[in-house]
């Protein structure tokens, strides 16, 4: 069972269009990350959070910000979607010993046409 | 600079037989790393992880091997199956977790 959620899972969606892909963990963990992947690649940092009111940019460039006003809560949003913007992005979180890693959703397929 | 490598981007073995998948890094400061597994259209899932303290660990048909000269940790899946077929990363920690590039495994039966 999921204690990280990611919605939608797939989207399609026309260019310029504005989109927030939502994420939600149930575990009370302070640090989420949102990660970027396309095929055959690697996943990378986009966005991360510490904790409320606290985000940072991640190694890679994004045109998309997040926010953090819950704990539980870590929203993505594009004001204006582009093709370049097509990619799975998946968010996750994690707490304690980085050893344990973290625990993904289940990620959100962007498709922009 | 990429500091995690996978340099195989997929590899196929009969099911029964050993699968082995490979990583490379080049910050000898790693104090462990990780192998996620992932499925077309779904998140990372964590599979094993090993301190560089050690140079072996074992979980069921999982062990990851770690050659701290060479810069270099391997993942042995024995034996195969078919539902091993997935994305493996290899993951290592500097501040937030660094991901390879995965490579494919196709187990077939």
């Known amino acids: 069972e999921a204690d990280i959620y990611q919605t939608p899972r797939y989207l399609v969606i026309g260019t310029g269009k504005k989109i927030t892909l939502e994420c939600s963990q149930t575990?009370?963990?302070?640090?989420m990350y949102w990660y970027q992947q396309d095929p055959g690649m690697e996943l990378h940092l986009i966005h991360y959070?510490?904790?409320?009111?606290?985000?940072e940019k991640g190694d890679l460039s994004s045109e998309s910000t997040v926010s953090r006003i819950r704990t539980e809560h870590f929203p993505l949003t594009l004001e204006s979607a582009r093709p370049s913007h097509t990619s799975q992005y998946l968010c996750?979180?994690?707490?304690?010993?980085?050893?344990?890693?973290?625990?993904f959703g289940s990620g959100t397929r962007l498709t922009v046409v | 600079d990429q500091q995690v490598k996978q340099n195989s981007p997929s590899l196929s073995v009969q099911e029964g037989r050993i699968s082995i998948l490979n990583c490379d890094y080049t910050?000898?400061?790693?104090?462990?790393f990780l192998w996620y597994k992932k499925y077309p259209a779904e998140g990372p899932t964590f599979l094993i992880s090993?301190?560089?303290?050690?140079d072996k660990n074992e979980d069921g048909r999982f062990t990851v091997f770690l050659n701290k000269s060479a810069k270099h940790l391997s993942l042995h899946i024995v034996p195969s199956q078919p539902g091993d077929s997935a994305v493996y990363f290899c993951?290592?920690?500097?501040?937030?977790?660094?991901f390879g590039q995965g490579t494919t495994l196709q187990v077939k039966p």
């Open positions: 996750a979180s994690s707490n304690g010993p980085m050893m344990n890693g973290y625990t």
């Open positions: 575990m009370g963990h302070d640090k």
């Open positions: 959070s510490y904790g409320v009111n606290s985000t």
């Open positions: 910050n000898s400061m790693f104090d462990y």
């Open positions: 090993i301190s560089s303290i050690k």
């Open positions: 993951a290592a920690p500097k501040g937030k977790l660094i």
